[in-house]
């Protein structure tokens, strides 16, 4: 029984127990106790047949779903359980049921294929009233389950093989592997599942390739020593034993080597010039040891020849016979290619000695024989002269003519012996306007073996004697016997040594072995006397009143005195500067001796 028949059937049940008459009681209305009240029962029609029913209120319609009938809106009298419309017209229950619609299928929803993460659904109908899902058997409609309509989940879309990505020194590489476009997930070799982190390879060596070899280091650039270098990282190592050690490039720094200097040198000095890169050092003078050697190779010989100009005959024409000889055996010129150099380092004369310019100032220059390119010069003294001595003879170009004093550089050529032949007795005067008043430069030669008289060489002299020595002499004479002069006036003996022959007599008084009378104010720097021979056929004590053996003079004095020796058996010097008097005042520089 439906409720509302229920409920119909209810309301009679009712009223039979409480004992009132139902719908068709003939009672008056108006007697019922369940009547309905006059407000809601409409006005017309209220009755059938007498009937008053209780409609209550109007039972909503139900629509029919899919399956299920649905009821149109209808009454139910509460008391003898009737059915009215809407319209309050009796009906019956079928009357107001409304069929089943049945399912609208529509139209077949496709498959949705399955991928590796989501499971497809196979082809279905979906009602579209009621939302149920029907698959289709021939030409039935079959209710089914989402779940019925699952498919299962699909295979992995591998695709092809991912190439394995090789392992550097820098950066790890990646196992073959293949990886789903669907999912994204990795898959081994063997297609089984794996994680990124399962792929990655191990970092691989460095690839050191082939030794690079040492680059040496030079004066301008520093060396590297010889190593490797990862061809990918480009890291660089050395290899100890069997271990490649990393470096940085500072550790194979091989500093700048000192430069390979080479001597160059010319006639006045040197410098030093690199072979690598041309670096030049400052140019220096040479400086020679004894040996006349230059630390740079460089030799310098000092000739004993010398070179001589006399500018009586020629200005520009040097004498270099004794100096092409010592270099030049047997030679009268030097040898070809060699000039004279001066010390400037430009030419002076070619190898004949003809000179470049003339000579204008005597005295004596150290010039250089050299070749211009080798690692030997020889130095040698140059003596410019307004007249050369080379004879005996040509000692009278020195002596006065009782008129006008001499003057001028006259220089020894060359050793001079006499042969105990006498020196013609020379003029002499009173002043120093009188006599010698030149320069005789012996140039380190030797006179010998002559015989002096009254006056000596010089008769008066007034000038200067250096460079010479005078050996074995005599001196001879009725009186006034010296070797260089009666007279001397301001005169100056420099490197002068003098000896006399042992057997030399005497016979009168003012005998001075270098001046026979006086020598005023006269200078003496190196000067060697050597006065200690015996003097024959003189007896001191017969002639009281003569004045003989005196070293110097018979009487003068000192303006200078340097490094002189005088040996002397007598203690006669000079007049009254005997010898105490002379070493109080000369002391220091001078040296009186009676010891050989």
Known sequence: MSSRNWKAGGLILAMAIVGLTGCGNSQPAEASTHSQPTSSIPSSPHSSEGEVHDYGELIPEVEPTCTEEGMKAHYVCSICGKFFTEEFVETTEGELKIPPLGHDYGELIPEVPSTCVQAGVRAHYRCDRCGKLFAKEGDEYREVTLEELALPLAEHDYGALIPEVPSTCLTQGTAAHYECSVCGKLFDENKKEVTAADLVLPF?????????????????KEGVKAHYECSVCHKLFVKEGDEYVEKQAADLVIPKISHDYAYVYTLTGHHQVCSVCGEETEEVAHSFNE?????????????????????SVSATSIDIADIAGATNEGATT????????DASGVILADNAGTASASFAQTGSQTYYLYDGSGDTAYSFSLYVADHLI???ADFSL??????????????????????GNAISVSKYGWNANAGFAGTLDGAGHVISHTVVGLGGLFGTFAGIIKNIEFRDFLIGGPWGQSLLAYNSYW?????????????WTATRDAYGLLFGNQAQNLTLKHVSIDFLSDVENFDSTAHPEFHFGYAIAKSGSLKTVESTLIKTKSS?????????????TWGNELTITDQA
């Open 204 to 220: 691989a060596d460095h690839d050191y390739g082939e030794l690079i070899p040492e680059v040496p280091a030079t004066c301008t």
């Open 291 to 311: 040996e006349g050697e230059c630390e740079c190779g460089f030799r310098m010989h000092a000739l004993s020849q010398h070179a001589y100009v006399d500018l």
């Open 334 to 341: 030097l040898k070809e290619g060699w000039s004279i150099y």
């Open 390 to 392: 080379a004879k005996q």
């Open 398 to 419: 020195m002596q006065w003519d009782g008129k006008t004093k001499v003057t001028g550089y006259f220089v020894l050529r060359n050793d001079i012996v006499c042969d």
């Open 491 to 503: 005169a100056a003996l420099d490197h002068v040594t003098i000896s006399v022959s042992d057997n």
């Open 572 to 584: 006669n010097i000079m007049g009254d500067n005997d010898k105490d008097t002379l070493l109080a």
